[in-house]
């Protein structure tokens, strides 16, 4: 079956860094694109970056963009998102998630991880 | 950025009573919609996507309809795991989300 598992989570200070992973398996990881989403304590849900299948396409919401890098291993079956200059507003459970097509991207999500906390805080 | 509404922020209803969930998009998203259930402390699920299509798995009281910015999910009958949060989100453009409804009971 389907398992997405999120780590790497943890309190981290403004302005520092840290790297989630996502560690995929019951599926052929190569075929997919996966996207990272997250969800801040109490509030709705924000897509935050998309790899294609192939690693070759990577878009990221404008909150995020030039400080997240996304990034896949496909011969570990990981995702990564590497995140730089935190921000309070940063603080979120990050889900990893695949997408529902297969070979391309639709941008809507059939798999979730359970998700990782990330704490931005002094 | 496509800006979805939904209504009402939380909805009443009693157990075996039929549930109807609004998603309103700032602009025309087509079919491009997906509904999720999020039960507390979990992931959100896959109900429904391109507006009227249920996921693997998902049982036969929901269902969406809709097109264009106006956009339903319905609950025929609840049961008691239904009481949860409901999330639309669109996939015409850049995934936007909104801010989900709470089914409580009554």
Known sequence: ?122 | EIVMTQSPATLSVSPGERATLSCRASQSVSSSLAWYQQKPGQAPRLLIHGASTRATGIPVRFSGSGSGTEFTLTISSLQSEDFVVYYCQQYTDWPTFGQGTKVEIK
């Open chain 1, 1 to 122: 079956q389907v398992q997405l598992v999120e780590s790497g989570g943890g309190v981290v200070q403004p302005g520092r860094s840290l790297r989630l992973s996502c560690a995929a398996s019951g599926f052929t990881f190569s075929r997919y694109a996966m996207h990272w989403v997250r969800q801040a304590p109490g509030k709705g849900l924000e897509w935050v970056a998309i790899i294609w299948y192939d690693g070759h396409n990577k878009y990221y919401a404008e909150s995020v963009k030039g400080r997240f890098t996304i990034s896949r291993d496909s011969s570990n079956n990981t995702l990564y998102l590497q995140m730089h200059s935190l921000r309070a507003e940063d603080t979120a459970v990050y889900y990893c998630a695949r997408d529902r097509i297969v070979g391309s991207a639709g941008y809507y999500f059939d798999y979730w991880g359970q998700g990782t906390l990330v704490t931005v805080s002094s």
